[in-house]
């Protein structure tokens, strides 16, 4: 999973960009060839998802999967892969499925990891107000 | 048998016999809750190198192992450890999927016999929780089912999004990753002609008609897996409930198909019966045809027979049952002249209906 390939054309990275987004950081990679083209800011603000954009990558940055595999296979290779290729995904899961409102139960370990994210948060937050 | 001592596998045997406890009996023979889950950090099954296969098999069977429900026995069985006779052996019995009889990565069954559990490591996704009861109150499978699946999903962690729920290597199973699923014996319905009407039914109210084996199985004898279809929009509860109502009015048409046999039909079904058992070979799907013409002649009353011993031949002539019984491999000709030489022996006096 630690296989650092261009989120453009799936080359080995050499440039890695980091997102800082709702208080959560994002390291995206590229290759020399596709940080050098003119239009590179404009093709990260679509895979990182700026201003509210739904992604669409190329290639998953969690497992190296195209995009390509999953319209050919409707199979996706890791499960990073619904945040990066989640346009596509999503406009897949609205055709197989009747509906998409998640009703079902939360495994307990998430609920523990939520609650320290949360308080991690909080504890960043009162930090900053006391050095202002 | 290289990894496993033959004393487990007779445990295995005896102890895995409840899948198919009321098939001689009972229209819906057995219910069946699968769950589908995902570690995060690793890729899903088909796009795992070894190592990856190797590490989450490990992880999954330490603390499996950790998870002793009133000290239960536990059977962790890695699957290239064992033979193909001993693969289509568990198969057979439902324990495990064809998929993961295939799979050429590291891969497991793990089955506590007690709780009527079984796990499939490394299948289409990292983990495939399974829990089965024989006849009714699917209920129970679906608590003991929660109640592994809880330890596990506080042990381990789950690839979920609040959004989406347990995400899946294949997005049809994505949400709440359950599909229950009733096997089922409609011998009656096939005879009257009226099984194709109530499946058609059963697909619009949300349910999937499938072979005995599941997903790309045939039809055998009157044999059907009825399944959820939709794992997202609903909660766990809701989908078996659904699947419940479905399977209720199976039950109560293939009750009431009964009475419509008619004579002429009834000694059609001791003709057949005669013609099959008087025949020197017997491929499976035959076998299947006699088994359920033997159910319905029971249930009519026009034949009369012992129903424990007819359970008893159903497991003892199957494909992987049958070699693995005698402990060798054999041609599939040879499997039917076997089963044709059991089948004759035990329904002798069948033979003079």
């Known amino acids: 999973m630690n296989k650092k390939i261009c989120l453009f054309c799936g080359k080995p990275a050499k440039l890695a960009v980091i997102v800082m987004q709702e208080g959560k950081e994002e390291i995206f990679h590229f290759c020399g060839c596709c940080s050098e083209e003119g239009d590179f800011y404009r093709k990260l603000e679509s895979v990182s998802g700026g201003y509210g954009k739904t992604k669409s990558l190329k290639y998953c940055p969690g497992c190296g999967y195209s995009y390509k595999d999953f319209k050919e296979y409707r199979f996706l290779g890791c499960p990073e892969c619904y945040r990066s290729f989640s346009r596509g995904v999503t406009r897949?899961?609205?055709?197989?499925?009747?509906?998409?409102?998640?009703?079902?139960?939360?495994?307990?370990?998430?609920?523990?990891?939520?609650?320290?994210?949360?308080?991690?948060?909080?504890?960043?937050?009162?930090?900053?107000r006391k050095t202002e | 048998m290289k990894n496993n001592a033959p004393c487990a596998w007779n445990i295995i045997d005896r102890k895995t016999a409840w899948i198919l406890e009321n098939i001689s009996s009972d229209t819906l023979i057995s219910f069946r809750i699968r769950l589908a889950r995902n570690l995060c950090g690793f890729p899903f099954p088909h796009n795992?190198?070894?190592?990856?296969?190797?590490?989450?098999?490990?992880?999954?069977?330490?603390?499996?192992?950790?998870?002793?429900?009133?000290?239960?026995?536990?059977?962790?069985?890695q699957m290239n450890g064992i033979s193909e006779i001993e693969k289509g052996f568990l198969f057979e019995r439902h324990m495990i999927s064809e998929e993961l009889t295939?799979?050429?990565?590291p891969c497991s069954a793990v089955i506590f016999p007690r709780e009527k559990i079984s796990l499939m490591i490394n299948e289409e996704d990292h983990l495939r929780i399974q829990t089965f009861c024989s006849g009714i109150l699917p209920e129970d499978a679906l608590a003991s089912a929660d109640k592994l699946d809880d330890y596990l999903g506080y042990k381990l962690p789950y690839a979920f999004s609040e959004k989406l729920g347990f995400l899946t290597a294949c997005p049809t199973n994505i949400g709440t990753g359950l599909r229950a699923s009733a096997i089922l014996h409609i011998p009656a319905l096939l005879t009257t002609g009226r099984a194709q009407v109530l499946f058609k039914d059963a697909e619009k109210n949300g349910t999937m008609v499938r072979g005995f084996y599941g997903e790309g199985s045939e039809n055998m004898g009157g044999f059907y897996q009825v399944s959820s279809k939709e794992t997202t929009g609903r909660n766990e509860k809701e989908i078996i409930e659904n699947l419940q109502i479905v399977v209720n009015l199976i039950e109560k048409e293939e009750e009431e198909s009964f009475s419509l046999i008619s004579c002429r039909k009834k000694s059609a079904i001791l003709r057949s019966l005669r013609k099959i058992l008087e025949k020197r070979t017997m491929p499976s799907s035959v076998f299947f045809t006699l088994f359920s013409k033997l159910v319905l002649a029971k249930k009519l009353g026009i034949a009369d027979f012992d129903i424990k011993m007819l359970r008893g031949l159903f497991f003892q002539v199957l494909p992987y049952h049958l070699q693995y019984s005698l402990g060798k491999k054999m041609s599939p000709e040879k499997r039917d002249a076997e089963r044709s030489r059991i089948v004759r022996k035990q329904l002798r006096s069948l033979l003079n209906v």
């Open chain 2, 102 to 105: 295939d799979n050429h990565l």
């Open chain 2, 48 to 77: 795992m190198t070894r190592q990856q296969a190797e590490s989450v098999e490990k992880t999954i069977t330490e603390t499996l192992l950790s998870y002793r429900n009133g000290g239960q026995e536990v059977f962790i069985i």
């Open chain 1, 92 to 128: 897949y899961l609205k055709n197989i499925h009747s509906s998409l409102s998640y009703k079902g139960k939360t495994p307990l370990r998430h609920y523990s990891e939520k609650r320290t994210r949360n308080k991690n948060a909080l504890s960043r937050k009162l930090g900053q």
